[in-house]
């Protein structure tokens, strides 16, 4: 079974910045794209970033292009989302999804499993 537990979540002021971890678990992560999206309220679930299988492309919505970065660690088969330059518009609840084996998870309809999420305020 497929577990995924986000932390790192928070208030934060506008220009601030938060990273999110999501520690995936057993046999669940290495050779499997992983990526995050997130939910404000009253919208619908968004593609924010993904990171192929391999680390070796990365892949992000444009409203955080240039700001968040994600990475992954398969030793610690924990995928990271570092947000910079948070704006009041990236308040949401983050959730971290595992892909496919092998993928690229470009898409939010790569991705097939999903963790709790994680809240993300960011206060003007």
């Known amino acids: 079974q497929v577990q995924l537990v986000e932390s790192g979540g928070g208030l934060v002021q506008a220009g601030g910045s938060l990273r999110l971890s999501c520690a995936a678990s057993?046999?669940?992560?290495?050779?499997?794209?992983m990526g995050w999206s997130r939910q404000a309220p009253g919208k619908e679930r968004e593609f924010v970033a993904g990171i192929e299988w391999s680390g070796g492309n990365t892949y992000y919505s444009d409203s955080v292009k240039g700001r968040f970065t994600i990475s992954r660690d398969d030793a610690k088969n924990t995928v990271y989302l570092q947000m910079n330059s948070l704006k009041p518009e990236d308040t949401a609840v983050y959730f971290c999804a595992r892909g496919s084996y092998l993928g690229h998870g470009r898409a939010l309809s790569d991705y097939h499993y999903w963790g709790q999420g994680a809240q993300v305020t960011v206060s003007s």
């Open positions: 057993g046999r669940t992560f290495t050779n499997y794209a």
